[in-house]
């Protein structure tokens, strides 16, 4: 009988097949969908947050592949993995139901909900494998049709082009992190296992642990391998135009769900494992992530179209998760995955409206699109404001309860009567960015939205297969916005662990 | 139902749920949205009222925690040792629902009437929530939806080009000081690892106020309430804002929104007490923006601006107050009090005259209203009363208080400042009074001017009441103002603020008497400093101009030096890479899985 992880995992690959043999294409992804959003939150009650110390992952599945070096197709969940879950869960749905009906598409209908179901599928596997080697070998398997549909099914004349610049850029960044990751296999003991949870253990115990000269350049080569899967400054470029060229689901999946994966190894897998690297290199981390707030934070407002300038955004607000990642300690930590979850949903909900937008007026460019729409199309207009201020980080949603964390926990180190160190600078300088990225949303709803009408187009409102996904992601939102212990609590038993702070 | 807790829970949560019922339902039935929000308004000013007499405390929610860090969603609505909760809260619900009742006849046949009232308790729920915020975080939450529901109301006729600019402005200004709020929270979390404000304690305070941080932490605090009670030099949003409909001026950009940052200095006034440095600079931002903001109404035309800049003038006299050792922050608290009636007043009483004159806002092409709008003659006269601070009104007795606070502190500067602005104001509500209603009818628009509906006159005959006597004991009591009027003691303070009076009025008078069209021409002040043309050139420069090239840069630089090129390189000097380059994509990507394929192959076989 396979565990409630990995029915997660392989439902929606046995959902492509099915597709691929047949099954009508959007009513059994979409039904997918569904049931593994409802697998999703059943596992999540079953986690159990009393735990005090004890088992570090819960709901664990095994299946022991080789011995020695021991290699499991495991999976198992924490805190962490379990918010990052229920992230793919919901957006998945979302992204699904988004995408256009099957006689709408150009080309196979088929291999687009595909594509998508299997990218769902690598972003499950990795954040819940507990195997060292399945966890790199899934988000491999979520890239691949990721690089397909930007080619295939994206938008603009230079999508090739595009796929083209993704695909090498982010091989290369897999192929640097995958040399870190096998250096990390081999110092650690004896070559001889890929579960993350005994490599931990041999990270922290003193006797077992990586000097701190080879710990200092594993870590650089999982910071760049990792950072170039997040878009860490400067190694962002491939972001935007990604983001703008591909089809609509893809967007959301990648940049709300996939794109997680390389923070989730930083916290996961860099930060138990390599404590003296990590230390070694904040200040590194401090002025790259400095680079994404407010650098990238300014390129941003200079996007003329509203596809480049959501994508950029998503480049920026990485830097925020990284500032929770380098704070560290309890807050910082929490913060930093409350904002991959919230920044996750928010992301994927922007673009969501923005492909409703791009299949009414045809462009997304600030100049194209006119005006006042807001008159036009109000459901959309409305929706529009919900997801612009989520992604400024208004309270109410989860995104401003995951900045607040992240900003205390920069300060959590602090002493008393100490001066300012370089995290708190970077922290304050970081702030700044709040005002960047309410003035890049504010003048997009503004100028897309707001004043006269000058269109002469009459579109429809949007439909209830838009609605749907976007009301999906605005509940989520706000839900963990109201009321974030929600997410939280499933936190807590991982902190006091080893899987997320040092000892 | 006297108990705290109900009442303050209901308080801040019925208008939330009424927002949300009208904005996921109700868009389609404005009647009904309008009286639902009306009606839960007038619930929660009832609740207030009891809360005067209610016993217990309010239960906290947590909102986040992690181990040792909490943030609590806490009502503080303390027994007699915090009135300011109570008497802020009645008046918010109070002007609250008398703005309700007037929109109700203002905005009748408005398109986006239910969206309108939407924002009005959307508005609501968030002001309540900054007035019974126990902490700071908590504050800042309510702090920033505040902005939001501003944001919204500001931009209420969004498909005016001036209305969205405006709203954007507000929101973005409040986000500049904002910056500043977190900072000066964090740092004060930092330095008595507290963040509710029971827990300031004078030995806390004390053992915080010994880090150099300290001052710098109460004025980055400080920066919220520049940013949310326009003070200089973050001010310039609020004349804008009066591109909202007038009874969103009345309620938040006169009489409640604008004030809370003078509401949030009053709550934090035991760490300000601490830091000399932070004192001294509320002083003087406060002083200042008085003057300034009283030069600019000099020269201003339109109706609802130049009560902008008397509002933003007022607003300066609170802030100044709360720099104040000793009496200052009560005395500024009771301006605060008196302050909402009389300017809610007056706001409405502009809506009346904008309304009856079709729209027109401009004061020189009204002219003779007396005669046509009889009775928003005789209000509008009570609130100007007020606000120039007449003898025996409430506004006087405020002033005063505050005047005699800087006074007896030895703030001679500052007393002189805010004596010059006792004579400004006088002066140009003089004008402002003269060139509406009396003389002669200047265009067509104030001819025909009619009075209006009935429903309106009943808000301003009930804060024309309050104007006149809020300062009175029994009023003052009740709202736990910390002050009230008493027989004027015969000092310098008074003489000199009577002698700006009259002389004040008596200039205006000579001046504009039976004029046609403006005396005087200051350009300096009807451009109000240039300020906003700076502030515009900065952005241009600044912002966009950086933005353009850091875009660039990063298109043309960062990614070919980052990317392109060692890509390019690499592919052209490994022959090892070209076996791969099969030149397509989907071949590439294949390879790419077949990769992973192969090697989980190899492991497990």
């Known amino acids: 009988m396979p565990s409630s992880l990995e029915i997660l995992v392989f439902l929606p690959i046995l959902a492509a097949l099915a597709i691929g043999f047949g099954a009508p294409a959007r009513f059994t992804a979409i039904g997918a969908a569904i049931i593994n959003l409802g697998i999703g939150l059943v596992a999540a009650k079953s986690y159990n947050v009393n735990i005090e110390g004890g088992a570090v992952f819960q709901l664990e599945s095994s299946r022991v592949l080789l011995e020695s070096p021991k290699l499991a197709l495991a999976f198992g969940v924490d805190g962490m993995s379990l918010i990052l879950m229920l992230l793919t869960v919901i957006v998945t749905l979302a992204a699904v139901w988004a995408s256009p009906a099957e006689s709408k598409i150009k080309g196979s209908p088929k291999l687009y909900y595909i594509s998508s179901l299997l990218i769902a599928a690598g972003a499950l596997g990795a954040f819940l494998s507990t195997d060292l080697f399945f966890l790199y070998a899934f988000h491999e398997l979520a890239l691949i049709p990721t690089f397909l549909m930007i080619g295939m099914y994206g938008h603009g004349k230079n999508r090739k082009r595009t796929a083209w610049t993704i695909t090498i850029y982010l091989g290369v960044g897999s192929l640097i992190l995958l040399a870190g990751l096998i250096a990390l296999f081999v110092n650690i003991g004896q070559n001889d296992t890929f579960s993350i949870a005994e490599m931990i253990v041999r990270a922290q115990d003193s006797e077992t642990m990586i000097p701190e000269a080879t710990q200092s350049w594993i870590y650089l080569l999982l910071l760049v391998g990792f950072g170039v899967l997040v878009s860490l400054f400067p190694f962002h470029s491939w972001a935007p135009d990604a983001y703008a060229d591909a089809p609509t689901p893809i967007s959301m999946l990648h940049a709300g769900v996939l794109k997680k994966f390389g923070l989730y190894g930083l916290i996961r897998i860099a930060g138990p494992m390599l404590p003296a690297g990590a230390e070694k290199w904040m200040n590194l981390v401090l002025v790259l992530l400095l680079g994404n707030i407010i650098i990238l934070g300014l390129v941003t407002i200079a996007q003329k179209r509203l596809d480049r300038m959501i994508g950029m955004s998503s480049v920026m607000h990485m830097g925020y998760v990284f500032l929770g990642v380098v704070a560290g300690g309890t807050i910082g930590i929490s913060g930093a995955v409350l904002l991959m979850f919230a920044h996750g949903v928010s992301i994927a909900l922007l673009f969501a409206l923005a492909g409703s937008l791009r299949e009414r007026f045809g462009s997304l460019e600030f100049d194209k699109l006119g005006g006042g729409l807001g008159k036009l199309v109000p459901k959309l207009g409305l929706l529009f404001g919900f997801a612009a201020f989520a992604s400024i980080g208004l309270p109410g949603f989860a995104n401003f309860a995951a900045e607040v964390m992240i900003f205390f926990g920069a300060f959590q180190p602090m002493e008393a009567n100490a001066p300012l160190s370089f995290l708190q600078w970077a922290a304050i300088i970081s702030l700044w960015g709040v005002v960047i990225s309410a003035v890049y949303m504010l003048r997009a709803f503004r100028k897309i939205f707001k004043g006269p009408l000058t269109t002469t187009e009459t579109p429809k409102d949007m439909s209830w297969n838009e609605r749907v996904p976007a009301l999906l992601l605005i509940v989520s939102l706000m839900l963990v916005g109201f009321y974030p212990e929600i997410l939280l609590k499933y936190l807590r038993p991982a902190l006091e662990s080893l899987t997320l702070i040092g000892s | ?605």
């Open chain 2, 1 to 605: 139902m006297h108990d705290v807790n109900t009442l303050a829970w209901i308080i801040l949560l019925l208008p939330l749920l009424v927002a949300a019922s009208i904005l996921f339902g109700l868009k389609k039935m404005p009647g009904l949205s309008a009286l639902l929000s009306t009606g839960s308004v007038l619930i929660t000013l009832v609740c207030s009222i009891l809360l005067f007499s209610a016993t217990g405390k309010a239960v906290p929610v947590t909102w986040i925690s992690i181990f040792e860090f909490k943030v609590n969603i806490g009502l503080l609505v303390g027994g007699d040792k915090d009135p300011l909760a109570k008497g802020m809260m009645f008046i918010v619900t109070f002007i609250g629902t008398l703005v309700h009742i007037f929109s109700l006849g203002y905005m009748k046949d408005d398109d986006g009437k239910a969206r309108y009232f939407a924002g009005l308790s959307i508005f609501m729920f968030s002001m309540t929530g900054i007035v019974l915020a126990d902490n700071l975080v908590m504050m800042f939450i309510f702090w920033e939806l505040v902005g939001v529901s501003s944001y919204i109301l500001i931009g209420h006729w969004y498909n005016k080009d001036s209305a969205a600019d405006a709203a954007k402005k507000a929101f973005l200004t409040n986000r500049i000081g904002d910056f500043g709020f977190m900072i000066g929270i964090l740092l004060v979390w930092v330095l008595t690892k507290q963040i509710e404000f029971a827990k300031f304690t004078p030995e806390i305070v004390a053992n915080a106020a010994k880090s150099p941080l300290f001052d710098i932490a109460i004025i980055a605090i400080f920066c919220g309430a520049i940013g949310k009670s326009a003070q200089v030099p973050l001010h310039v949003w609020l004349p804008d804002a009066m591109e909202g409909p007038t009874p969103v001026s009345a309620l938040i950009h006169a009489a409640t929104m604008v004030a809370a940052g003078v509401f949030m200095l009053a709550r934090v006034s035991a760490l300000i007490g601490a830091s000399e440095l932070a004192a001294t600079v509320i002083l003087w931002t406060g002083a200042i923006t008085a003057l300034v903001a009283a030069l600019m109404a000099l020269q201003q035309n339109d109706i609802k601006r130049i009560l902008a800049y008397s509002t933003l003038s007022q607003l300066g006299y609170m802030v100044m107050a709360q720099g104040i050792a000793g009496q200052g922050a009560d005395a500024g608290m009771f301006h605060l009090y008196t302050h909402a009636f009389f300017k809610a007043l007056l706001f409405l009483g502009a809506g009346a005259i904008i309304f009856g004159c079709h729209h027109e806002q401009n004061i020189w092409k009204m002219g003779g209203l007396r005669k046509k709008m009889p009775f928003t003659f005789w209000t509008f006269a009570i609130g100007t009363a007020a606000l120039i601070a007449v003898p025996g009104t409430s506004g006087f007795f405020s002033k005063e208080g505050i005047l005699h606070a800087a006074h007896a502190a030895g703030h001679d500067f500052p007393w002189v400042i805010g004596l010059i602005v006792a004579f400004l104001t006088p002066f140009y509500m003089t004008r402002l009074f003269i060139v509406t209603f009396l003389g002669k009818s200047r265009t067509e628009n104030a001819d025909h001017a009619k009075e209006v509906p009935q429903i309106m006159f009943v808000p301003l005959v009930i804060l024309a009441v309050l104007a006149l006597f809020s300062a009175y004991k029994p009023i003052a009591k009740f709202l736990q103002a910390k002050g009230y009027a008493h027989a004027p003691e015969i000092d310098p303070t008074f003489g000199w603020s009577l002698f700006g009076l009259i002389a004040g009025v008596g200039l205006a008078i000579w001046i504009y008497k039976g004029r046609e069209k403006e005396r005087i021409n200051i350009p300096l002040f009807a451009n109000k400093f240039y300020i906003d043309e700076i502030y515009n050139g900065l952005i241009a420069i600044f912002q966009d101009a950086i933005a353009g090239l850091l875009d660039f840069i990063d298109r043309f630089v960062i990614d070919p030096v980052v990317a392109r090129f060692p890509a390019m390189t690499a592919f052209t000097a490994g022959s090892f890479f070209r076996l791969f380059q099969v030149g397509n994509l989907q071949g590439y990507t294949f390879l790419f899985g077949a990769g992973v394929v192969a090697l989980i192959w190899f492991l497990l076989f």
